[in-house]
């Protein structure tokens, strides 16, 4: 795991995008997996202005998305999607028929659980996956307690991300639904390369356990300590709890430049 401390929000905006750039131009029809939420927002705002510069082409990327509320009609303004095509796809010119996400809205659920696992496997798994975390710990939806070892499926939201996340609901906690459907942790763990984005305070006692806390379902990110090749961007505030914080400043200063993230 490789934790980089940045000045501000633009310099995660870069490095990310540096990390999507680099991909696509060795293969352009790269598939990447991608998470809403705000941390991850700028690397997207970067990865669009330099589609708009005309630097950048993901014309030809597919996308997966990490999870769906269940029950939101489609096209509500909230769901995952929606929220995906506006920050993301949709300015950056990707084709909605290769923006792929969970289906929520589906009358069988575990069939689209399945059916979500195939997709991804069937696009040749994900190249470079965009995380955030919650506060509690979690990524995507999997909530503390979740098998490190679960795929797609179906799970509660705890009360405490459905406050977290009711901001996108007018401030109306009762408003965000209570179930998803969200990838898995071995599923998100086969993507080759994990980049996870966490800014603000709030986040400072999740990323301390994401890198230094033991690995435990309690904590779910952590099981990211077991992924070859995860990078951590984080400002000042989100790095606050960490104990090895000097020394992740002197490894990223001395890297050598003939290693990317
Ligand atoms: N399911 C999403 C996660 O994918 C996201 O990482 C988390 C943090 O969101 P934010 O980045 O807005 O703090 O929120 C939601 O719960």
């Known amino acids: 795991m490789e934790v980089v401390i940045c000045r501000d929000e633009e310099e995660i905006g870069r490095l990310g995008a540096d990390v999507v750039s680099r991909l696509v131009r060795t293969r352009p029809e790269a598939v990447l997996g991608v998470a809403t939420g705000s ?20 014309s030809g990327v597919s996308t997966f998305s990490l999870d769906e509320y269940v029950g939101l009609p489609e096209g509500h303004p909230a769901s995952y999607r929606t929220e995906i095509r506006r920050e993301l796809t949709d300015p950056a010119g990707i084709p909605p028929e290769r923006v792929h ?39 995507a939806f999997n909530e503390p307690g979740s098998s490190l070892a679960s795929r797609t499926r179906i799970k509660t939201l705890t009360r405490r991300t459905r406050e977290d996340n009711a901001r996108f609901f007018d401030g109306d906690t009762d408003a965000v639904p209570t179930h998803c459907l969200t990838q898995g942790l071995a599923t998100i763990m086969q993507a080759r390369h994990v980049v996870l984005v966490a800014t603000g305070e709030g ?3 999740a990323v301390a356990q994401l890198v230094e806390g033991a690995v435990s379902a309690r904590w779910p990110a952590t099981v990211l300590q077991w ?25 990223w200063a001395n890297k050598p430049d003939w290693q990317g993230l």
Do not use: F, M, N, T
């Open 203 to 205: 986040k400072a006692r």
């Open 39 to 58: 941390s991850p927002r700028p690397v997207y705002a970067e990865l669009v202005a330099r589609v708009r510069a005309g630097e950048l082409d993901l």
């Open 227 to 251: 992924h070859p090749h995860v990078s951590v961007l984080l400002d000042e505030a989100a790095a606050a709890g960490l104990g090895l914080a000097g020394y992740y400043r002197e490894a």
């Open 101 to 139: 996400s969970p289906q929520g809205s589906a009358g069988d659920l575990p069939a689209a659980a399945r059916a979500y696992e195939k997709r991804i496997a069937a696009a040749g798994g994900v190249d470079v996956q965009l995380l955030g975390i919650g506060s509690d710990g979690h990524i």
